[in-house]
């Protein structure tokens, strides 16, 4: 009787891409050392397969490898039934990673041998060892970070540049140095924005002046030929340019100042004067915060569907009601928003609690369930939630139906919501899946009566009763001829919570019915 054939696939990983270009470099060892294994087992059916999965340059504390995706591709597809490495780090450096490649390994019955370390994952005592080698090789990497953060650290307290994105007014060190150089050009770029802010007295009123003078960021090639840049400067940077200790000749580093290497750009009279102001315009906004005016958890973790990060506003009625809100960064700064349908503005307590009752519903329970989420960006028909990857388990087992695990790293899981938002901020957001109750429109049904109160019956035929004059009458009128169920569905308040009376004046509404239910947004079978 034939031994069954077991397919072994040879995977290389080397950290850095020094030595690559050689002859015969640490891959090759590799490959060559993970053959003569393979050869050693032919007897129990074991035979190298051709392709090669070969990652140089890589990290293995991600899993955002080429050849390690295209292997696990492959073990999915059932084409791999033995992965051979040299080491076990040359898989993953990372605990949880390890635990999902070898989860993928299980589904598809694929064992997991090292050469240098003789035991495969198909025994429980393999399962063991293979945890406290990666375990000391996670220990590896974390006080290697630890050592090059220390390093920083040392460094920036001596003055020296230790790298990131260059400030505006220079340019970096000269070969073998840690000591920006002055860009004169741009030093006096610099020296403009100080003095403006000091004359203007409003970050606002400048950053449209320098955008109205075409006064751009720092525009700078990288090591890799990108180029990086050369943008009119916004709000943000702005503030951060103004507080920046680099051009009154200062190291920042966690909090605090050292004297850098480099000169100063600014006077120490004026970058005080302006530090003086910025503090004066802040206390405003801090006495919100203290007084609870401002409390917005999703503060720095909210985008748009277009990327823009959605900073909390609020406003207060007549009767000294708080009305609070997340606004993208564009309207913020004076934009207006375009029709293409992207939230750019939602309710933040309607938000903030739909949030909360989903991650009540998927994790262990917790005071502050919004602490939870590293991010969350918006999307025309939901969420897209990321959280902390050590909840994968949680996830994947307290998911509704309609929800579902998009794909998750190092640091995060994603987690897709479909959720309808209504245009309406006194209105709660419906996630998609429960029973949605009616929500009728007062809008939308005074002018759909205010459309039939046009017209009258002539024969049997409906007829504009007298020519509507203003421009918005033009505009309601069309609301008459929308197909019966579709005017049912706005009379009982089933309409889509996308449709406002706002949205209906600037579209354009076709004849046909079957193609009105398209183009505003109805299901394609009646609501009943």
């Known amino acids: 009787m034939s031994r069954k054939t077991l397919r072994c696939a040879i995977y290389t990983r080397k950290s850095s891409e020094e030595g690559l270009d050689q002859s015969f470099n640490s891959l090759d060892a590799q490959r060559q050392a993970g053959e003569a294994y393979v050869t050693s087992q032919a007897h129990e059916g074991w035979k190298p397969i051709p392709t090669l999965y070969d990652d140089g340059g890589y990290s293995g504390g991600t899993m955002q490898r080429p050849a390690l995706q295209r292997m696990l591709s492959d073990v999915d597809a059932g084409r791999i039934d033995v992965v051979v490495v040299y080491k076990i780090d040359r898989l993953t450096r990372s605990l949880p990673d390890f635990a999902r490649i070898v989860e993928r390994f299980d589904a598809r019955n694929v064992s997991f041998v090292s050469v240098t370390q003789s035991f495969n994952t198909t025994s429980s005592m393999g399962r063991l060892t293979l945890n ?48 920006l150089r002055v860009n004169e050009d741009e030093a006096d770029t610099v020296r403009h924005i100080f003095t403006r802010y000091l004359a203007l007295g409003s970050v606002h009123t400048l950053q449209r002046e320098l955008v109205r003078d075409g006064i751009t960021s720092k525009q700078w090639t990288t090591s890799k030929g990108k180029v990086v840049g050369g943008h009119p400067i916004n709000r943000g940077a702005l503030f951060h340019l103004l507080k920046n200790p680099l051009y009154r000749g200062n190291i920042r580093h966690k909090g605090k100042i050292h004297p850098g290497e480099h000169p100063a750009i600014i006077d120490k009279e004026v970058f005080e004067k302006a530090q003086a102001l910025l503090n004066q315009q802040a206390p405003k906004k801090r006495e919100k915060a203290q007084n609870g005016l401002a409390h917005s958890p999703l503060t720095g973790k909210l985008f748009d569907a277009t990327g823009e990060v959605m900073s909390p506003v609020h406003t207060q009625g007549r009767h000294g009601k708080l009305y609070r809100y997340y606004v993208s960064a564009s309207l913020q700064q004076g934009g207006k928003a375009p029709a293409d349908g992207v939230r750019r503005r939602v309710v933040a307590a309607e938000l903030e609690k739909a949030l909360t009752e989903l991650i009540t519903h998927w994790l262990p329970p917790c005071k502050t369930p919004l602490a939870l989420i590293n991010a969350i960006h918006l999307r025309p028909d939901g969420l897209l939630i990321d959280l902390p990857c050590t909840f994968a388990k949680e996830l994947a087992s307290s998911l509704r139906d309609e929800e579902q ?124």
């Open 405 to 528: 695990i998009l794909h998750s790293n190092l640091d995060s899981v994603r987690v897709s919501v479909p959720l309808a938002f209504p245009l309406r901020g006194s209105k709660r957001l419906i996630i998609a899946g429960a029973s949605q109750p009616a929500h009728p429109n007062p809008a939308l049904i005074a002018a759909l009566r205010k459309a039939h109160g046009m017209l009258t019956l002539k024969k049997g035929m409906p007829s504009i009763q007298s020519a509507p004059v203003s421009p918005y009458d033009r505009k309601v009128l069309r609301l008459a001829f929308l197909a019966p169920e579709l005017q049912r569905d706005i009379l009982t308040g089933r309409q889509p919570l996308s449709l406002s009376l706002e949205k209906l004046k600037h579209l354009d509404i076709p004849l046909c019915w079957k193609a009105q239910r398209e183009a505003l947004g109805w299901p394609t079978a009646p609501s009943r």
């Open 132 to 179: 406290v080698l990666l375990s000391f090789a996670q220990f590896e990497r974390e006080v290697t970070g630890e050592r090059i953060r220390d390093k920083i650290a040392a460094s920036k307290a001596k003055g020296m540049w230790m790298g990131g994105n260059l400030p505006l007014g220079f340019d970096l060190p000269s070969p073998g140095t840690r000591i």
